[in-house]
């Protein structure tokens, strides 16, 4: 009867029929359930995808928030994603809901890059929880928070203000060299190596690293994620998403084959033996997931998550300090007043440097490194703010809209260390200070991140007064990609 139907139909009546029906199909796949959060119309097959400005999309996803309230829906290509904005409805759903809200949505991007559920960012369950606490716990065994570990991030701002020294007040781009330096932080706890500054393998390397990242948080990304199986076939730049991402795992393989090259039991250097031996230790089941795919995928991540965000930081710590120079003469007055110049800093000395720490502080929170954040995914049905969000639905709680909220923060458009002071001068913590979210998927660099900003920045201004070319205005907007970083800018590196 259908063939009869089809073979009277002409191809015009069968396009339209077909397009009909795709579009009914759309519907019923897409209808919200009741209490569902509001949204902008979406348009079929594409959803809200085309809406956003794909350059400052932070931004206009924090000014729908005028519009819809501080929970509402969009629909990116085939998906919906909730976003949650203030501090206190993040709060609440990383925090008040943390169990409810800790899985990662599944991701087109990452299951390609991470061939399937591996990794420390975007697995779930079980074997996230399972691999977030081995990396913990071995990142601790091997310096965290220890002296043993600040000796060599000390040790690394000696070779990094060196480097500074022998640009002899030339301009320069400091990008790369503090990529290089923040990178081989991680890289010693992982890799048990630095890589020289002159090294042109590794900045390839790490030139790949920001492509991706940048790549990855574009409309490029976007496209993938909403419409994988066209994407696949056409060119364009989200293919340097996936050839970066190989690249950088064939330089960790390489790595893990060294390490297994000369193994000892009896004496790990790093993170690759700490989890080589746990993979020999019998004491994991295969749901575990401690395998070498599973090895270089952590590896990649720490190696990624641990450079880029620190680094970048620390360029945002540049460009604010020379924008604003009174602020750069009242740290410098407090590193000569509490470390002088005879000596390098170390973290004991935190405690008796408010204003410096309060400016660090300051300058993540304007910086507002990762824009969005990562994502979230309901492990079940549940309410927030009112609404109705069931099992599976992802959600983004934005961290632009927890350091800029405007209830939150006296002045939340201005750089004003003055929000991390109290009256008397002493450091005050503010709960809205979440640039590395919170709950359960907390990041997990988090202490080392800190401890790396603390003693490359006073290391930098303790020896250095900066500042850029004449003439030349500092932008603050950035690049938004994944990470929000400044655009490229020249500085001169003053001995002091
Ligand atoms: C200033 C520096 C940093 C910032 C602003 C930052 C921020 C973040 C944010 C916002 C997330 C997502 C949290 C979420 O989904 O709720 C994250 C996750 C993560 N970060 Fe960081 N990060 C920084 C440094 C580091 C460093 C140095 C490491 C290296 C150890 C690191 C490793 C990770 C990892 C592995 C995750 C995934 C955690 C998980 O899903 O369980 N981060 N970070």
């Not at 969000?389 to 992802?394: E, Y």
């Amino acid at each position: 009867m259908l063939t009869s139907l089809l073979q009277s139909l002409d191809l015009k009546s069968i396009l339209l029929f077909l397009v009909i029906f795709l579009l009914i199909a759309d519907y019923i796949k897409n209808r919200r359930p009741a209490k569902y959060p509001p949204g902008p119309l979406a348009l079929p097959f594409v959803g809200n995808l085309f809406n956003i400005d794909s350059k400052q999309q932070h931004i206009y996803f924090t000014k729908l928030a005028e519009v819809y309230g501080n929970i509402y829906a969009l629909r990116l290509g085939q998906d919906e994603v909730v976003f949650v904005t203030g501090y206190k409805m993040v709060k609440e759903a990383l925090v008040g809901q943390a169990e409810t809200f800790e899985d990662r949505p599944s991701s087109p991007v990452a299951n390609r890059v991470y061939q399937g559920d591996g990794g420390l960012f975007p697995s779930s369950g079980h074997k996230w929880r399972r691999h977030r606490r081995f990396t913990l716990t071995t990142l601790k065994n091997f310096g965290l928070g220890k002296k043993t570990l600040e000796n060599a991030i000390c040790q690394e701002c000696r070779y990094l203000q060196e480097e500074m020294e022998s640009q002899k007040g030339d301009p320069f781009d400091p990008k790369d060299l503090l990529n290089n330096a923040v990178s081989n932080i991680i890289c010693q706890m992982v890799f048990s190596r630095r890589y020289d500054y002159t090294d042109d393998t590794f900045k390839k390397i790490i030139h790949m690293m920001t492509e991706a990242i940048y790549l990855e948080g574009t409309l490029w990304g976007q496209l993938y994620e909403a419409f994988p199986a066209i994407m696949k076939y056409l060119p364009g730049r989200h293919n340097d998403i996936f050839k970066d991402y190989e690249n950088i795992s064939a330089f960790i393989r390489k790595e893990v084959e060294r390490h297994k090259d000369n193994f000892d039991l009896e004496n790990p250097r790093d993170y690759i033996d700490a989890y080589i031996t746990e993979m020999k230790s019998g004491s994991c089941n295969p749901a575990d997931g401690f395998d070498e795919t599973g090895l270089v995928l952590n590896s990649l991540d720490l190696f990624i998550a641990g450079t880029e965000t620190t680094s970048t930081t620390l360029l945002w710590a540049l460009l604010l300090l020379i924008k604003n120079p009174d602020v750069q003469e009242k740290v410098q007055a407090e590193i000569d007043h509490v470390v002088g110049q005879s000596r390098q800093p170390s973290m004991d000395d935190r405690a008796n440097m408010p204003y410096t720490n309060a400016v660090i502080h300051e300058i993540q929170r304007i910086g507002n490194i990762v824009p969005l954040n990562g994502p979230h995914m309901a492990t079940k049905d549940t309410t927030l703010g009112g609404y109705f969000i069931p099992k599976g639905t992802a959600l983004m709680p934005m961290l632009t809209s927890v350091l800029f909220d405007k209830s939150e923060w006296e002045t939340p458009e201005e750089f004003n260390p003055g929000h991390f002071l109290d009256s008397e001068g002493k450091f005050r913590r503010r709960d809205a200070f979440m640039p590395f979210s919170a709950g359960k998927r907390v990041c997990l660099g988090e202490q080392l991140a800190r401890m790396e900003l603390f003693l490359f920045f006073v290391s930098l201004f303790q020896k250095f007064r900066f500042s850029t070319q004449e003439g030349v205005e500092l932008s603050l907007q950035g690049d938004v990609g994944v990470t929000h970083s400044p655009f490229p800018f020249k500085i001169f590196a003053h001995t002091r």
